[in-house]
Every structure is written in structure tokens, then in C-alpha cells.
């Protein structure tokens, strides 16, 4: 059995939406943000130093960091979500998993919190603008003509550049990237996407 810890309106919604396409037992250990801070709550970190959601537990042993999460599960429940190790493509799939967290999130994040300053943060706008159009333009040529980003079919890279996607719809810039307005369409009408979204928000 699969246990997710799973915080609402966050990054663990993509585990949720792999573990649905797995098929997989799993239960859910629901925490909610702070409705006044938007924090995640103390209870998280009795379980990782760190209090950040997701992580899974695993055959008794807790697993943290979102692309560590999706390989192990990919590689354990669903090997057809990771090209063939020594391939062009294995290579291309583990770029593009470090990216998603590795530098997509950090224009994305800096955006967030900057935006929190008001007048004091204005100076640095331009930068963190320049390096969202850079990254969501990276992203958007990534997506291949199936649809889908390294295979043409749903692999472990779809499922981890899903919220970086997500968040670039979010911020009404489909029109300038349709390739990625295409496949958050296309992610958001799989069954198993809709399923986690269901049980991501009880």
C-alpha cells in the first residue's frame, strides 16, 4: 500500500494524478495550508524535517522531493513512463525531470513571493518576467506534436512539468504558448486527472 501525504493547492496534486493513473491502492493523508499565512501546517514536518508535502511512504520507507516520487513509482508500477535507460530519449526525460523543479519552479516562486513586496519588489519584475517568458517558451517547445513532452504517449516528464504548465495557463499566457495551453487541456480531461482533482479537494 502507497501512502500519500498530500497538502491541498500544492505540487502533491501531481503525485495524486499519477497515483490514479496507476491504478495502485493508495490512501491519502490530507493537510490544509493555513487559510491566514497559506503555510503548510506543523503537522507536516513531524513527518520530514523539512514539513513539505509530497512525499509517499513506500514499504516503510518515506520518500520525499516531487521527481523522486514519480520516478520510483514510474519505475516500480508503470516502466513504459521512462524511456529505455542509455537512450536519446532516457536523456531527454531526465532534463527535463530536473528542470521542472530545478528551474522552472525558480522564476515561478520568485514571481510569487516578489508580487507579496508591493512597490518594494517592482525593481526586480522585469528580470523574473524575462526569465518566465524564457522558461515557458523552453517548455512550450519541448511539447512534442503527439502532445506530450520527451514520448507520445503519457510518460513521468508529462506528470512533472504538468504544474509549471499549469501555472503558465493560470497566469493567462496560453495565447502566447499554445503548445502548453494544449496539453494542460489535454491532462485535464483524462479521467484520472479529474479523479485526483475530486480527491485532491475534499
Known amino acids: 500500500m502507497i ?5 491541498n493547492r500544492s505540487r502533491a496534486h501531481r503525485i495524486l494524478w499519477l497515483l490514479e493513473e496507476l491504478g495502485e491502492p493508495y490512501i491519502i493523508i490530507p493537510y490544509a495550508r493555513d487559510p491566514d499565512t497559506n503555510l503548510a501546517p506543523p503537522e507536516l514536518a513531524l513527518v520530514h524535517p523539512l514539513g513539505k508535502s509530497p512525499m509517499i511512504e513506500l514499504d516503510g520507507t518515506l520518500i520525499t522531493e516531487s521527481a523522486a516520487i514519480v520516478e520510483v513509482l514510474c519505475a516500480r508500477f508503470a516502466p513504459q513512463m521512462i524511456p529505455q535507460p542509455g537512450s536519446a530519449a532516457h536523456l531527454r526525460h531526465l532534463e527535463a525531470m530536473h528542470f521542472a523543479e530545478g528551474s522552472a519552479m525558480t522564476p515561478i516562486l520568485l514571481n510569487l513571493y516578489v508580487s507579496r513586496l508591493g512597490d518594494a519588489g517592482a525593481p526586480l519584475h522585469p528580470r523574473i518576467t524575462s526569465e518566465l517568458n524564457n522558461h515557458y517558451a523552453y517548455m512550450n517547445d519541448l511539447v512534442r506534436p503527439s ?56
Not at 501512502?3 to 497538502?7: E, M, R, Y
Not at 491532462?187 to 475530486?198: C, G, K, L, N, S
Request: aromatic residues 8%; without cysteine; hydrophobic residues 45%.
Open 147 to 202: 502532445g506530450h513532452f520527451v514520448l507520445d504517449e503519457l510518460s513521468a516528464a508529462d506528470i512533472m512539468l504538468s504544474f509549471p504548465a499549469e501555472i503558465a495557463i493560470r497566469q493567462n499566457r496560453g495565447a502566447d504558448y499554445p503548445a502548453l495551453a494544449g496539453f494542460v487541456e489535454m491532462i485535464h480531461a483524462r479521467p484520472a486527472y479529474q479523479r485526483a482533482t475530486e480527491k485532491g479537494s475534499v
Open 3 to 7: 501512502t500519500l501525504h498530500h497538502l
